[in-house]
């Protein structure tokens, strides 16, 4: 059976075909350069909890090692500390309601901060060995053609070659070629902040804390400075540029440098630079993100990362989102509706962020742009530790409240901690095999997730609790569901109340709630989040699919 073709084996692609990998469906990756990486420890990365815990499962074995939990975050204006606020480390806290305030609930959870390098490097070296996944280095792609049964790609390179596959998915980068092969527009705004970059090894006054510093009252500080801490006391500093294009050399570099470490240590310590740079933010949206059986993910369509927001936070949602999808397609045969939901969710989410963004920044003649925070100075914080901290709407993991796969609602739904579509709270489970695991680490693999709350589960005796209380019926509604799923029991969970069941999609999102069993509740939300039936077109005799990968 035809694979799916994943164009560029940056951390998107990859993390794409290992998750088609995670749910049986075999990949192409075409990658246009030899496979090495450069190591630029000036370029990092910041990964949301349920962003890292996706790549963790995904086999990334370079996140405990070479990545760095902040321990707090730490908000300064001018010489006055304005706010310290603690982060966890155990992302199954969970999220605190939006009307909570964070500080007072101690349940932040900690970013990861880590090299891109280094994550690309764990999810590559995840994909050796996979069988599913052909990785194709020095492949260029230069044409691009679609029928009712599949994609035809061309690669130049050394060998150049024909590839056959049921879809494409363009993850490579902005100046995508699929993007260009498919005619789809990319526009958006160019240069709305432009960073100095630094990464160095040096003693700061806050040990593996996040600092945000705005308006530091040297001379060469500029409007901000953010700090965020790497692994073996390194540092990745940023200052934020003015929108005039200031020229940065290698000297004035030095001399920010100097005089930050000096401000916040009382004199310039001892430290070793290792890398710089300069960093441009744009902000980008495709119109499109899908074009028959094409796609479009990560930076391919979209670009942002002002204000904190994270780009690659996002690219890795756009390949779990899509992952299931293609499975399910790969698998059953799935309907329009599942495979549009993708752009859908996506492409509405990532605008959303863009447009909280852009409240916070306002055009100059000219076309440039500068920040301009509303508010009380502590209110300027707290937008912009959101987007640093993925909280709010610069940064909070989308729920996909109007999405087309939503479903309904009935009566006998009952409410919980989570909405509908929003991401569901990492809580400990029982697995049939009688085993324990987390709610996330049964995500991404290609089935839906029954989760029935029952207190007191903990002291089961868990040979016999698949027929004790409501698990026979719960059971038998599972098995005639139109979507293979798999049921857990969870002795608690945000808001629900004994006898809750909760239907979860794949990538974790939440379809519904249910107060007790309802068996033809569950059946009409677990329909909904599979799109409806599959379409005629999309259940293929698999004779009429090519066997070879390429």
């Not at 044409?143 to 790609?153: K, P």
């Not at 993850?171 to 705004?189: A, E, Q």
Request: hydrophobic fraction near 40%; charge should be neutral.
């Amino acid at each position: 059976m035809d694979p799916v073709i994943v164009v560029g084996a940056g951390p998107v692609g990859l993390a794409l075909s290992l998750a088609l990998a995670r749910q049986g469906v075999p990949s192409v990756l075409l990658d246009e350069t030899s496979g090495q990486e450069e190591a630029r420890p000036a370029r990092t990365v910041v990964l949301r909890p349920d962003t890292a815990h996706f790549a963790g499962r995904l086999g990334c074995a370079t996140l405990r090692d070479e990545g760095s939990l902040w321990t707090a975050w730490r908000s300064l204006r001018r010489k006055q500390q304005l706010r310290r606020l603690e982060l966890t480390d155990r992302p199954d806290d969970g999220t605190p309601p939006r009307d909570t305030d964070p500080a007072a609930t101690g349940t932040v959870p900690a970013p990861l901060h880590i090299p891109q390098h280094a994550l690309a490097r764990g999810l590559r070296d995840a994909v050796t060995g996979r069988h599913l996944i052909k990785l194709v280095t020095e492949s260029h792609v230069d044409s691009l053609e679609q029928d009712g049964a599949g994609v035809t790609v061309h690669t130049r390179g050394p060998h150049p070659t024909w590839w056959r596959g049921s879809h494409v998915v363009g993850c490579d980068g902005s100046r995508s070629t699929v993007r260009k092969l498919l005619g789809i527009r990319f526009p958006g705004r160019t240069a709305v902040e432009r960073h100095a970059v630094a990464t160095l090894r040096a003693e700061l006054p806050w040990p593996d804390e996040a600092v945000l510093h705005r308006r530091p009252p040297w001379r060469s500080g500029g409007e901000e400075i953010t700090a965020r801490p790497l692994p073996d006391g390194a540092w990745r500093l940023d200052w934020l540029l003015p929108p005039q294009g200031e020229l940065v050399t290698p000297d004035t570099l030095v001399a920010r440098v100097r005089d930050t470490l000096a401000g916040w240590c009382g004199e310039t310590p001892p430290y070793e630079l290792i890398d710089t740079g300069v960093h441009t933010v744009h902000h980008r949206l495709a119109r499109n993100w899908r074009v028959g059986r094409a796609f479009l993910a990560g930076d391919a369509a979209h670009l942002l990362g002002a204000l904190g927001t994270q780009e690659l936070d996002e690219g890795l949602r756009d390949a779990q989102n899509l992952a299931w999808k293609l499975a399910y397609d790969w698998h059953h045969g799935a309907s329009e509706q599942l495979l549009d939901s993708y752009e859908s969710e996506r492409r509405t989410a990532v605008a959303a962020r863009l447009r909280a963004a852009d409240q916070a920044l306002s055009a100059r003649r000219g076309g440039a742009l500068r920040v301009r925070l509303p508010g009380t100075g502590r209110g300027q914080d707290a937008l912009l530790a959101d987007g640093h901290l993925g909280l709010g709407r610069l940064g909070a993991p989308a729920a996909h409240l109007h999405s087309p796969l939503a479903h309904p609602g009935a009566p006998d739904e009952a409410v919980v901690g989570t909405v509908p579509g929003a991401l569901v709270i990492d809580v400990p489970v029982s697995v049939p095999d009688g085993t324990t695991a987390r709610l996330w680490d049964r995500l991404d693999r290609g089935h839906l997730l029954v989760v029935l709350i029952a207190p007191g589960t903990g002291v089961w005796d868990r040979r016999h609790w698949q027929s004790a209380g409501l698990m026979p019926r719960l059971a038998e509604a599972v098995a005639a569901l139109p979507a293979r799923a798999e049921l857990l029991v969870a002795e608690s969970y945000p808001g629900a109340a004994a006898h809750t069941v909760l239907l979860v999609r794949p990538d974790g999102h939440l379809v519904a709630s249910f107060a007790g069993v309802r068996p033809d509740g569950l059946y009409a939300a677990a329909d909904s989040a599979r799109g409806g039936e599959p379409s005629p077109a999309a259940v293929a005799d698999p004779s009429d699919r090519t066997a070879d990968v390429n």
